[in-house]
């Protein structure tokens, strides 16, 4: 569409619930169980009938079986009308952000007015799998006629068949590459020399400014409490460890690359349910309603590139949107880069500032710049906070605008690597 006749779109408000730590067993509450505790105070808080939206769009990767397109069941519990439109977004990390994403394009574009995006995960309800090999038994013993068949079909059984496969260990494993995620993160530490001390000095600092966002109640309009059937309170982030040092980090033993590895459970983001809404309207229901917009959406991007390295995916995404608007480093106030490791974080800032990778791949003349560590996760992030995988996208869009507007900040970009190699950006402004 001519960029002269788009619409201006405008993030006017947003909610997410606490980001529960997935501990032993399935955590309380189902992906669409945390749409709805989130959504149905969001949208209590809002002036404008629920019917005024006109779609709903949620991001979620790990989809139970009794949630089916989990987008249309949250937009009938929360209430909207068995007319609304609801379909649900899978980009692995980047779902969360997808939707927004999508909202942004239909409005921008002028199809739509107003639209309700999300990201919803409960990484502990990650289903266990039988293995190939016991399903293929498994089959064989259906399809068996008669008691003889049986028995015979009874003799292929193997003990193995009767352990489960984890199935969030295989969807966090590249089908190409092979390589886990936090693989993908060891090989960018030793691309950019990234030491053990710095990624747990990241690490600490991370759980640091969450604990001080909660203490000093810089999350209470964003963060809304979600309470289990048995009366339970979830009230805040509970994976964060505000005693968090270095010799408590330095205790622990590398994970994915035994005994020199540079990735630990510290310094790597917690696996943790949790869901985000944001909700976009254009300038004209912005007036119709009478809304006042956290922020406005400018432009996003997504990127591509070798899944071994899928780490460097903010930096593939997020440079093109500063090189179409003319911004260096320093023109950007705020960043919000999710934090899947502490070594793929550090990586990214380290290829930024790298003249030859920024000449190389990246087409500057020299390093586009280092990103000051006051501008970038003043808040913490999912080292400290958790990444529910469908949702962290959307989350830091909503903590972006959020945080831009409470420090009179003019522009920010929000950004994530996603699994698979691929990067996702979104650039805020502040309204004018």
């Known amino acids: 569409m001519n960029a002269r006749n ?4 405008f993030l006017v408000d947003g909610a997410r619930t606490p980001f529960i730590k997935a501990r032993s067993g399935p955590g309380p509450f189902t992906p669409v169980d ?7 105070p969001l949208l209590a808080r809002q002036s404008f009938d629920r019917t005024a939206f006109d779609l709903v769009i949620l991001g979620c990767v790990n989809v139970i079986a009794d949630e089916m397109n989990p987008a249309r069941v949250a937009a009938l519990r929360l209430g909207l009308g068995e007319a609304m439109v609801a379909f649900t977004m899978q980009i692995n990390c980047g779902s969360g952000m997808q939707s927004i994403d999508t909202a942004y394009r239909y409005i921008r574009d002028g199809s739509h007015q107003m639209i309700l995006a999300g990201g919803a995960e409960a990484l502990s309800h990650a289903p266990l799998v039988l293995r190939q090999s016991a399903v293929e038994w498994f ?11 049986q028995a015979k079909a009874m ?16 969807g966090l494993t590249d089908p190409i590459t092979e390589l886990n995620m936090g693989q993908t993160a060891e090989v960018l530490a030793h691309r950019f020399g990234i030491s053990r001390e710095t990624a747990d000095t990241y690490a600490m600092q991370s759980h640091h400014r969450l604990a001080a966002a909660q203490k000093e109640g810089r999350l209470a309009d964003e963060v809304m409490p979600a309470i289990d059937r048995d009366g339970t309170v979830y009230d805040h982030d ?23 590895g540079k990735v630990t459970a510290g310094n790597s983001s917690q696996i943790t349910d949790g869901a985000s809404w944001c909700i976009l309207a254009s300038e004209q229901a912005v ?9 406005e959406i400018k432009d996003s991007e997504w990127a591509a590139l070798d899944p071994s390295i899928m780490g460097l995916g903010p930096v593939l995404s997020a440079t093109p949107i500063a090189q179409r608007h003319g911004l260096s480093v320093e023109d950007v ?24 990778f920024c000449r190389e791949v990246l087409g500057y003349d020299a390093a586009f710049g280092r990103i000051d560590r006051d501008r970038l996760n003043i808040d913490g992030g999912a080292i400290s906070l958790g990444h529910p995988v469908g949702t962290s996208g959307n989350r830091i869009v909503l903590h972006l605008a959020n945080a831009m507007k409470e420090r009179g900040a003019k522009r920010g970009i929000a ?4 699994g698979g190699g691929l990067g996702g950006a979104m650039l805020l402004e502040a309204v004018q």
């Open 155 to 170: 003799t292929g059984i193997r003990p193995e068949f009767f352990k489960p496969v984890i199935g969030l260990e295989r």
């Open 139 to 149: 089959g064989r013993m259906n399809a068996a006629k008669g008691p003889l068949d």
């Open 34 to 40: 945390l749409a709805v505790q989130c959504g149905r």
């Open 287 to 295: 007036e119709a309603h009478g809304l006042e917009p956290l922020a």
């Open 6 to 9: 788009s619409q201006r779109v």
């Open 415 to 418: 950004t994530e690597c996603i």
């Open 238 to 260: 509970d994976g964060v460890r505000p005693d968090s040092d270095m010799a408590g980090l330095a205790k622990l033993k590398p994970v994915f690359e035994k005994p020199y």
């Open 333 to 356: 106030d705020l960043w919000e880069l999710n934090e899947a490791f502490a070594a793929q974080v550090l990586s990214c800032l380290a290829a930024w500032g790298d003249d030859d």
